[in-house]
């Protein structure tokens, strides 16, 4: 689809969002509220004209996603998040129906749970020789030391939810697909908290002006 990046970001953060990834200072969001450090990204189809589309459908869980394994979740927040979510589609003019009644809509909610484990290798070089002042690759009588490769693990956690728009009402029968005209995520601190959702939802929705039934 073609899509279009807005980002929000309510304080200047020199990397990407995510626990363990570096930044350029140790921690990138250390000193930050968690509402400063949260970041919204929408991406929407230009040629969509979202007035066209009257009605919606909303599972009543969430799809939670875990490094490619996915499974449907309906614990905690998440009622919270999937009721907040359907208050504002509705006071943009979107009618929800049940889910197995036609509808122009399909909206997924995810919650995603990456972690990703990184291997670096440091080498040994020759240039030490140098440093300790043994003469090059001579070292001591002709020998050189020897060192192994030493290797650092590390690990990248990635969690954020994200929301997609699904065009139920003009599907790609040709290639059996159905078109997310629109998707946002939500990134950073307190995003899992329960009195953050009706703030989140509500920026994630100031970010995309054009969803609306009745324009």
Same mark, same amino acid.
């Given at each position: 689809?073609?899509?279009?990046?807005?980002?929000?970001?309510? #304080? %200047?953060?020199?990397? %990407?969002?995510? /626990?363990?990834?570096? =930044?350029?200072?140790?921690? *990138?969001?250390? %000193?930050?509220?968690?509402?400063?450090?949260?970041?919204?990204?929408?991406?929407?189809?230009? =040629?969509?004209?979202? =007035?066209?589309?009257?009605?919606?459908?909303?599972?009543?869980?969430?799809?939670?996603? /875990?490094?490619?394994?996915? !499974?449907? @979740?309906?614990? %905690?927040?998440?009622?919270?998040?999937?009721?907040?979510? #359907? !208050?504002?589609? $509705?006071?943009?003019?979107?009618?929800?129906?049940?889910?197995? +009644?036609?509808?122009?809509?399909?909206? #997924?909610?995810?919650?995603?749970?990456?972690?990703?484990?990184?291997? @670096? /290798?440091?080498?040994? @070089?020759?240039?030490?020789?140098?440093?300790?002042?043994?003469?090059?690759?001579?070292?001591?009588?002709?020998?050189?030391?020897?060192?192994?490769?030493?290797?650092?693990?590390? !690990?990248? @956690?990635?969690?954020?939810?994200?929301?997609?728009?699904?065009?139920?009402?003009?599907?790609?029968?040709?290639?059996?697909?159905?078109?997310?005209?629109?998707? *946002?995520?939500?990134?950073?601190?307190?995003?899992?908290? +329960?009195? /953050?959702?009706? +703030?989140?939802? $509500?920026?994630?929705?100031?970010?995309?002006?054009?969803?609306?039934?009745?324009?």
């Amino acid at each position: 689809m073609k899509i279009t990046f807005q980002i929000l970001l309510w #304080a %200047g953060i020199c990397a %990407g969002i995510g /626990s363990g990834i570096s =930044s350029c200072r140790p921690d *990138a969001l250390d %000193g930050l509220s968690p509402e400063e450090s949260q970041v919204f990204i929408t991406n929407r189809d230009r =040629s969509v004209n979202f =007035s066209t589309y009257k009605t919606f459908s909303l599972p009543d869980s969430v799809l939670e996603i /875990s490094n490619d394994q996915a !499974q449907i @979740s309906m614990t %905690g927040l998440e009622p919270t998040f999937l009721n907040r979510l #359907a !208050q504002e589609l $509705t006071s943009r003019g979107y009618q929800r129906v049940n889910r197995r +009644a036609d509808s122009d809509l399909g909206v #997924a909610v995810m919650r995603i749970n990456n972690s990703y484990v990184g291997v @670096s /290798s440091m080498p040994y @070089s020759s240039y030490y020789l140098d440093y300790w002042g043994y003469g090059g690759l001579g070292g001591w009588g002709g020998y050189r030391p020897y060192y192994p490769s030493y290797y650092s693990f590390y !690990q990248v @956690s990635d969690t954020y939810w994200m929301i997609q728009l699904i065009d139920l009402k003009n599907p790609n029968t040709a290639d059996q697909e159905l078109n997310v005209i629109w998707q *946002a995520q939500i990134r950073g601190s307190g995003i899992f908290d +329960a009195n /953050s959702i009706d +703030a989140i939802i $509500t920026r994630v929705f100031e970010q995309s002006p054009y969803l609306r039934a009745n324009q």
